[in-house]
């Protein structure tokens, strides 16, 4: 037995190693180059589909027939939700969490067919969409096929089958010890590339799945489609060296929500980015949002201003920015638990809205046709008002972008420390109010504006 002054310092040194081991662990991953994604998604923008939401019918072909709308916004990776069958025993709300899957070789009744989905992939891909689609392999629901083997589950001590996570209650955790049950869920996986032809999956809560399965996957379904990409639900830098292309910016979108909400000041968002940079792999790919399934509506909780000041900072940032069901038209119906669990549809003719349909394809065009945003980088700008005021430039060497976001509900008048200044001009973004006179020396934003500025770099240079 350890007595008691020595047991302390077993745990000290303890501890001591295990900060260690991890600091050298994250050492490793950030010295390390994250795998590079495909162009179309480097260069992209994705937009998620609750396809129960997203049209009145709430099915595939719902979805089919808003595919010219999605194109002519200007994204171009669609992000299907779970479309397997939901499960009956112990499913939450009057529809169930479409994450509580009864057989991953199915599609829900209520969405349609086989066919169904092969159309709506065939005619996002003769309009230049890519199809992902969301994959639920840390459980399955109470019902599902699988409970067959009930060896590829969890279970306690008592030999009870249980969930990933206790409160969880409406799904069973499956147990990655099982080599049958990996095996099962990668030729899983290589069914719908092969069936249907999709893009590629959103692999929801992955960090809570065993990285090696993930290693294992992608070397499966590469043999299948080369330029496929997963999408992990995480922020765990692990999973972007071999096995994923992009994860969440789970740290930016909260920190970004919490300044909105006047609980930190406009510079921890500078903070939280570069924290973030340290911890991951040379050139991680992040998916950045301000909106999702899981979130109430951005719009519903900050106003339409403060939801496009959100989004603004999304698309001027690195990394794939996402739209999500009906925040173009700036729906808020209720969205995450429990309205996850119910059908609740978007309404796309909201009134006392701005032109937001218009704002965002200005932005999505402005980030397309400058790399700037996407590859360039980023330099936080010192302003007079860090609590409210955010400010920044990208850069590409070839062009220079000043971004300015007020995340305050009330106007600003700042003066902001950039040489050179006069030599940026507003960039015009349709149905965007504000005045053209507002320069950066002397700037002028209303609560929640933002504004845009370019100049050539080349101009500059040779100055």
Same mark, same amino acid.
């Given at each position: 037995?350890?007595? !008691?002054?020595?047991?302390?310092?077993?745990? /000290?040194?303890?501890?001591?190693?295990?900060?260690?081991?991890?600091?050298?662990?994250?050492?490793?991953?950030?010295?390390?180059?994250?795998?590079?994604?495909?162009?179309?998604?480097?260069?992209?923008?994705?937009?998620?589909?609750?396809?129960?939401?997203?049209?009145?019918?709430?099915?595939?072909?719902?979805?089919?027939?808003?595919?010219?709308?999605?194109?002519?916004?200007?994204?171009?990776?669609?992000?299907?939700? !779970?479309?397997?069958?939901?499960?009956?025993?112990? #499913?939450?709300?009057?529809?169930?969490?479409?994450?509580?899957?009864?057989?991953?070789?199915?599609?829900?009744?209520?969405?349609?067919?086989?066919? &169904?989905?092969? @159309?709506?992939?065939?005619?996002?891909?003769?309009?230049?969409?890519?199809?992902?689609?969301?994959?639920?392999?840390?459980?399955?629901?109470?019902?599902?096929?699988?409970?067959?083997?009930?060896?590829? =589950?969890?279970?306690?001590?008592?030999?009870?089958?249980?969930? !990933?996570?206790?409160?969880?209650? &409406?799904?069973?955790?499956?147990?990655? &010890?099982?080599?049958?049950?990996?095996?099962?869920?990668?030729?899983?996986?290589?069914?719908?590339?092969?069936?249907?032809?999709?893009?590629?999956?959103?692999?929801?809560?992955?960090?809570?799945? !065993?990285?090696?399965?993930?290693?294992?996957?992608?070397?499966?379904?590469?043999?299948?489609?080369?330029?496929?990409?997963?999408?992990?639900?995480?922020?765990?830098?692990?999973?972007?060296?071999?096995?994923?292309?992009?994860?969440?910016?789970?740290?930016?979108?909260?920190?970004?929500?919490?300044?909105?909400?006047?609980?930190?000041?406009?510079?921890?968002? +500078? #903070?939280?980015?570069?924290?973030?940079?340290? @911890?991951?792999?040379?050139?991680?790919? #992040?998916?950045?949002?301000? &909106?999702?399934?899981?979130?109430?509506?951005?719009?519903?909780?900050?106003?339409? /201003?403060?939801?496009?000041?959100?989004? $603004?900072?999304?698309?001027?940032?690195?990394?794939?920015?996402?739209? =999500?069901?009906?925040?173009?038209?700036?729906?808020?119906?209720?969205?995450?638990?429990? /309205?996850?669990? +119910?059908?609740?549809?978007?309404?796309?003719?909201?009134?006392?809205?701005?032109?937001? #349909?218009?704002? =965002?394809?200005?932005?999505?065009?402005?980030?397309?046709?400058?790399?700037?945003?996407?590859?360039?980088?980023?330099?936080?700008?010192?302003?007079?008002?860090?609590? $409210?005021?955010?400010? =920044?430039?990208?850069?590409?060497?070839?062009?220079?972008?000043?971004?300015?976001?007020?995340?305050?509900?009330?106007?600003?008048?700042?003066?902001?420390?950039?040489?050179?200044?006069?030599?940026?001009?507003?960039?015009?973004?349709?149905?965007?109010?504000?005045?053209?006179?507002?320069?950066?020396?002397?700037?002028?934003?209303?609560?929640?504006?933002?504004?845009?500025?370019?100049?050539?770099?080349?101009?500059?240079?040779?100055?």
């Amino acid at each position: 037995m350890i007595k !008691p002054l020595r047991q302390c310092r077993w745990f /000290a040194v303890a501890g001591l190693c295990a900060l260690l081991l991890a600091g050298n662990a994250d050492a490793q991953i950030t010295n390390r180059a994250a795998r590079t994604a495909p162009a179309w998604l480097r260069d992209g923008v994705v937009y998620e589909v609750f396809p129960r939401a997203f049209s009145a019918e709430g099915n595939l072909n719902g979805v089919t027939a808003r595919l010219d709308q999605l194109k002519n916004l200007g994204v171009n990776v669609l992000w299907l939700m !779970p479309i397997h069958p939901v499960g009956l025993e112990q #499913r939450k709300g009057s529809y169930g969490s479409p994450y509580a899957a009864r057989d991953y070789y199915a599609i829900n009744p209520d969405y349609g067919t086989k066919d &169904d989905l092969k @159309r709506l992939v065939f005619e996002a891909h003769q309009r230049g969409l890519k199809v992902i689609l969301d994959v639920v392999l840390l459980h399955t629901s109470w019902d599902s096929v699988l409970m067959s083997h009930p060896e590829f =589950y969890k279970h306690d001590a008592g030999g009870k089958i249980i969930p !990933p996570v206790p409160e969880w209650n &409406d799904v069973a955790g499956l147990n990655f &010890d099982q080599p049958e049950l990996r095996q099962y869920l990668i030729t899983m996986l290589e069914y719908w590339i092969k069936e249907f032809d999709l893009d590629g999956f959103r692999c929801d809560t992955a960090s809570m799945v !065993p990285t090696p399965f993930w290693e294992e996957a992608r070397a499966a379904l590469v043999q299948l489609k080369p330029d496929l990409i997963l999408l992990a639900e995480s922020d765990k830098p692990e999973l972007l060296t071999n096995a994923f292309d992009i994860d969440y910016a789970w740290p930016l979108l909260n920190t970004v929500r919490n300044v909105l909400s006047g609980a930190a000041p406009a510079s921890q968002i +500078e #903070r939280t980015w570069d924290a973030d940079l340290k @911890r991951y792999p040379r050139g991680a790919l #992040r998916l950045t949002m301000s &909106d999702n399934h899981d979130q109430p509506r951005a719009v519903a909780c900050f106003g339409a /201003a403060g939801a496009l000041a959100a989004s $603004a900072l999304m698309f001027t940032l690195d990394g794939v920015p996402l739209l =999500y069901n009906g925040m173009e038209v700036g729906d808020a119906s209720e969205s995450g638990d429990p /309205a996850l669990f +119910e059908k609740v549809p978007i309404f796309w003719e909201p009134k006392g809205r701005p032109p937001l #349909r218009q704002i =965002y394809r200005d932005l999505i065009k402005l980030r397309k046709q400058n790399p700037a945003f996407r590859t360039g980088s980023v330099q936080w700008i010192h302003n007079r008002d860090p609590g $409210a005021l955010l400010t =920044y430039v990208r850069t590409d060497g070839k062009d220079d972008f000043f971004v300015a976001i007020n995340f305050s509900n009330r106007p600003i008048a700042s003066r902001v420390d950039l040489d050179k200044s006069a030599e940026f001009a507003p960039v015009k973004i349709s149905g965007l109010e504000n005045s053209e006179t507002s320069s950066i020396a002397d700037l002028h934003l209303k609560g929640f504006g933002w504004r845009i500025y370019h100049r050539s770099s080349t101009l500059a240079a040779a100055q």
